[in-house]
Every structure is written in C-alpha cells, then in structure tokens.
Antibody
Framework: QVELQESGPGLVKPSETLSLICSVSGASISSDYWSWIRQPAGKGLEWIGRIFGSGATDYNSSLKSRITMSVDTSKNQVSLKLNSVTAADTAVYYC??????????WGQGSLVTVSS | SYVLTQPPSVSVAPGKTARITCGGNDIEGKSVHWYQQKSGQAPVLVIYYDIDRPSGIPERFSGSNSGNTATLTISRVEPGDEADYYCQVWDTKSDHVIFGGGTKLTVL
C-alpha cells in the first residue's frame, strides 16, 4: 500500500521560500511521476507540477519561474520549493502519485500560511 | 488554456441518482478523471480513464464521456457521498493538468 506524507513549515514569511517534503512509503519514487497540487481554503485544486523519479519535471507555467522540484532517492522523498511567496500562496499543499495523468493516492496535505 | 466547467452544486435525495457534469471543448477526445473530496480530507480518486473504477470504490460510481461533456454518475446516493467532486484532464497542448472548479454534492 502506497502512502504519502507531506511535511514542512506551516508558516512562511512573504518574499521567502516555501519548502515541503513528500515522504513516500510502499513504492520506489524512481519509477513514477509525483505531483504537487494545492488548494486555497474554500477553493478548488491547482496543479503545481510534477517530477519523475529520474528528475525530469513539468511545471505549471503560471508558477514555473518560482518552482523547484527535486527527488532524493536515498530517502524516497520528493521536495517542492516555491520562492518569493505572497499571501496568494497560502493553501493546503498535497503530493500525489501521478499515474501519467491521474492521481492516486494523495497525501493528507500540509497547510502553509504566508504571513509576516 | 483548456477549461473544464462544472456546476457549483448538485442536490439529490438519498437513494436517487446524482449526475455531475464536466464540460470542455471536445472533451471526449481526452481522458477524464474524477475525485471525491470530503470536508477536511484529501481528494480520493473515484473514476479514471473516463469509466474505470479503482479498487475499493463502490459500483454505484460510474463515468461516461461523450461530445463536450463528461459525467460522473452516483447511483443510490447515500449520505456518505456528500462531498466536493472534481473532474480532471491532461491538456496535451499546454502539457498541464487541468481541474474543473468542483461540484458540491448535497444529499438532502
């Protein structure tokens, strides 16, 4: 059974960098895509981007200039960095196993608030 | 960019059938996936590749895709089906994942 768990600071200051880690158990990250998706409170889902176990990435063009995704195969983890954050980046951030177009399973989500 | 349009809300009585639509230009040419998100929880995949159901999802959940509309159908609706439902596609033109705006299903 594949399980994903997001972790990282719950509070980030404006203009700083949001950093999250997705720890994967039950599957090797090397052989799949892994996506990040976010959801502001009371709003819909927004795809941030994805990374393959080899390190290849696809990013949402609206966020591309601020995103960095990476993999750590030794720890079976995927990471997300989003720089120059503003209040508009406040959201629950999910990682999900990406079956090359659909997502299953999802992590429980990590709430990140951007505030001074 | 490609746009998916869902009704904001759908209401249905217990035991009846709920149909949640997802509109998009020539959406039948794309694979549509559906997620259920209960309050305070992460989304859960309920239908993938238009009609396939993951293990553990009841047969009451089914999908279809034709023309400009994909539909998630929930038969014999139960109170536990009350949730937000999102459709999703991969847009090959932009190489982007696209989500619909979500539909809140209310069980009366």
């Amino acid at each position: 059974q594949v399980e994903l768990q997001e972790s990282g600071p719950g509070l980030v200051k404006p203009s700083e960098t949001l950093s999250l880690i997705c720890s994967v158990s039950g599957a090797s990250i090397s052989s799949d895509y892994w996506s990040w998706i976010r959801q502001p409170a009371g709003k819909g889902l927004e795809w941030i981007g994805r990374i393959f176990g080899s390190g290849a990435t696809d990013y949402n063009s609206s966020l591309k200039s601020r995103i960095t995704m990476s993999v750590d195969t030794s720890k079976n983890q995927v990471s997300l960095k989003l720089n120059s954050v503003t209040a508009a980046d406040t959201a629950v951030y999910y990682c999900a196993r990406d079956h090359d177009s659909w997502f299953d399973p999802w992590g429980q989500g990590s709430l990140v608030t951007v505030s001074s | 960019s490609y746009v998916l349009t869902q009704p904001p809300s759908v209401s249905v009585a217990p035991g009846k059938t709920a149909r949640i639509t997802c509109g998009g230009n020539d959406i039948e040419g794309k694979s549509v996936h559906w997620y259920q998100q209960k309050s305070g929880q992460a989304p859960v995949l309920v239908i993938y590749y238009d009609i396939d159901r993951p293990s553990g999802i009841p047969e009451r959940f089914s999908g279809s895709n034709s023309g400009n509309t994909a539909t998630l159908t929930i038969s014999r609706v139960e109170p536990g089906d009350e949730a937000d439902y999102y459709c999703q596609v991969w847009d090959t033109k932009s190489d982007h994942v696209i989500f619909g705006g979500g539909t809140k299903l209310t069980v009366l």
